[in-house]
């Protein structure tokens, strides 16, 4: 066979196999096409896979061949950049194999390309746009280059004073440099400010009660931590918050409510069960007292075990 003529005829033939290896799987069980898109997988076909398996595994029951169909899925709608198939696959695969060490393996270097190729079109697409700069500027933030980032968020305000979470991102630079004793007013007034533009921002409010709280001032505190609680009802730290500073107000019949839900969020928590169990103690409720220090007790011997089993892996 002349050499030209085999180079120019075989990709052809090659492509041809494959397209009948795929139309035969496309009419054979679903087991079987699942079969034959993984195959296809492994030698690179991407293209001629994914309709094999988009196809076959909602229709098997197989759990083991399910769940090598979904890995062979994902890392082909990655290779294509099919996006919204490998997300699809990344969350199904969560729900049908829970902490599986695999999958949350998985999880975490997928959804950590996704959104890096999205922030990279951003980039490319729009570099101009607040969105980018905005990005830009977390990135700066997570290298610890606040003051740079501070000035990113600062030149995005300029042109766009009613975007959402900016001011919460200069309060939040602003409580960094405040440390642990430093000033908090510059703090204090990017989160007034960003209420003022999102009245919802629930960790806003959180954090206005929190400095509040700092001060003394129970009153303002607990103004801020009953906001929180009324705009993000899953909010625990807010209800253990709003109940300690109600506490410290001398209100101890009105702390026990938020801190009764508090321990039904986090019964794993001493620290909660330890503040419920004074606030019944104040009001009269001893017996209240006893079951809390003794769910207390409980909940810290729990995290000990819990500590030392993570320091020290027990030997099997």
């Not at 994902?74 to 198939?85: G, L, P």
């Not at 991102?169 to 960094?176: F, H, K, M, P």
């Not at 001032?217 to 609680?229: E, G, S």
Request: proline share 5%; with cysteine; glycine share 6%.
């Amino acid at each position: 066979m002349n050499a030209g003529y085999a180079a120019k005829t075989l990709p052809l033939l090659l492509a041809a196999v494959v397209s009948v290896s795929a139309a035969r799987a496309q009419s054979a069980s679903p087991d079987a096409s699942v079969r034959q898109g993984i195959e296809l997988v492994e030698t690179g076909r991407c293209s001629a896979a994914l309709p094999l398996l988009e196809r076959g595994i909602p229709r098997i029951t197989d759990k083991s061949l399910r769940y090598q169909g979904e890995m062979a899925e994902v890392r082909c709608a990655m290779a294509v950049d099919d996006r919204q198939t490998a997300a699809d696959t990344l969350l199904r695969l969560g729900r049908e194999s829970p902490g599986d060490p695999e999958v949350l393996y998985i999880q975490t270097h997928m959804f950590s390309q996704l959104a890096m190729r999205a922030a990279q079109e951003l980039q490319e697409k729009d570099p101009a746009s607040y969105q980018a700069r905005r990005l830009q500027a977390e990135s700066l933030e997570s290298q610890g280059k606040e003051e740079e980032a501070a000035a990113i968020y600062r030149d995005i305000l300029k042109d766009h004073p009613k975007v959402p979470g900016i001011h919460y991102r200069l309060g939040q630079i602003a409580l960094a440099e405040a440390g642990d004793a430093g000033p908090t007013d510059a703090a204090q007034a990017e989160f007034e400010k960003e209420l003022s533009v999102d009245p919802t921002n629930a960790s806003a409010e959180f954090i206005l009660g929190e400095l509040a709280r700092r001060k003394g001032d129970w009153n303002v505190a607990i103004q801020h931590f009953t906001q929180a609680t009324h705009l993000d009802v899953g909010f625990s730290e807010a209800y253990l918050a709003l109940g300690m500073s109600l506490a410290a107000a001398g209100r101890y019949a009105d702390a026990k409510p938020p801190l009764e839900h508090y321990v039904q969020l986090e019964p794993d928590d001493p620290s909660g069960h330890y503040q419920l169990a004074t606030a019944d103690a104040r009001t009269g409720d001893q017996a209240g007292a006893r079951r809390e220090m003794a769910l207390q007790a409980q909940a810290a011997a729990r995290a000990k075990a819990t500590d030392t089993t993570q320091g020290h892996p027990v030997q099997q």
